[in-house]
């Protein structure tokens, strides 16, 4: 018999109206303005005056049950229970009543150990992949740079002195699921991947060959009968896909894996709308525990940014009002052949003109 009524969904995303704040589901829809009353302190105003606080606070993103136990206890006592998780794994605890955002704040900042922060024109949390948590293709611990970064950081999280705010995102392997930020760090391979044709299962054979996005990958027939895969090395651009479909196919190595800084995506949509980053520097050693190589070209790029950025410019806006060659004089990053991207969409992004710009 046909079902008339759909059952009830265990999947996918819950619907999040039973999640508002009650503040937030009176006024939806109503809403007049918003503020900044300080870094990291929000304050968002109805059209019938209701005002809704949220302090916000950078997160460690991995967590024991322990630590989210102790901060829904915060909410718990000065927020009705309600706080939220941004993308980039910041705390947001939203309340109704002025009077406790000091007290709020001060048990953010000295019970939980949290700072409070990452509002208007600051660094925000940083996004990271999820690396060997939940992954198997991480070639670095994509957590433990970012907590080596935050720390340098912490104080332009919690100041807002840039001139507009500055995403940051760091990705374990090529594939890059950090996505696209202001600054990026991801891992860079140097070789195509090592195949252990004893290994290599038959049946994944037609998945890794379509999984190559430049076809360097054909089946190939071993000595001994057996079918197994080939790479094409001159074609082979190290990204790595073939490593997640085939575990016989190790693109790897930590004596070669480097990490590279990207500049200038967004996702927002504001003035030119959405933008693809591009490479700022290469070949910067995978250094644990605290990759400081990372943390000094990152702290260029910042440096450069906030004193050369006008206001409301995202990294990628000013180095486009600057020009390229500018951003590596101010940076005083090297500029080589790799930079030059030469794909097969590299025409749209060429200068054109006959004009020079210096
Ligand atoms: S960036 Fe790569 S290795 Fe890291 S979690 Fe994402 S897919 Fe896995
Ligand atoms: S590393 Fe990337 S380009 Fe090289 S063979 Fe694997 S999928 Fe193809």
Known sequence: MRATKMAPRDQGAPDYTQYLHPMMAKNYGKWDTHDRLR???????AENGDKLYTVRAGSTRTMSPAKIRQICNVADRFCRGYLRFTTR????????????????IDAVENELGLPVGGTGPSVSNIAHTQGWLHCNLPSTDASGAVKALMD??????????FPNRVHLSTSCCQINCGSHADISVIVQHHHAPRINHDAMQICELPKVVAICPVAAIRPMVLESGKLSVDVVDEKCMYCGACHGQCPSMEIRDADT??????????????????????????????????????SIAVRKILQAYKEGGKPWERVGEWIERIGWQRFFE????????YHIEDGPDALSTFNRSSHVRI
């Open 89 to 104: 794994a910041n705390i947001e605890f939203l309340l109704d009543n002025e009077d406790d955002l000091d007290p709020l």
């Open 257 to 294: 894996d480097t990490l590279s800084i990207w500049v200038g995506g967004k996702a927002s949509s504001t003035r030119d709308g959405p933008a693809l980053m591009k490479l700022a520097v290469w070949g910067l050693p995978n250094n644990p525990p605290r990759w400081p190589e990372v």
């Open 39 to 45: 870094p990291g302190v929000l304050c968002h105003t």
């Open 152 to 161: 340098d950081l912490i104080d332009e999280f919690k100041r807002e002195e």
């Open 330 to 337: 101010k940076t005083g990053f090297e500029f080589t052949k």
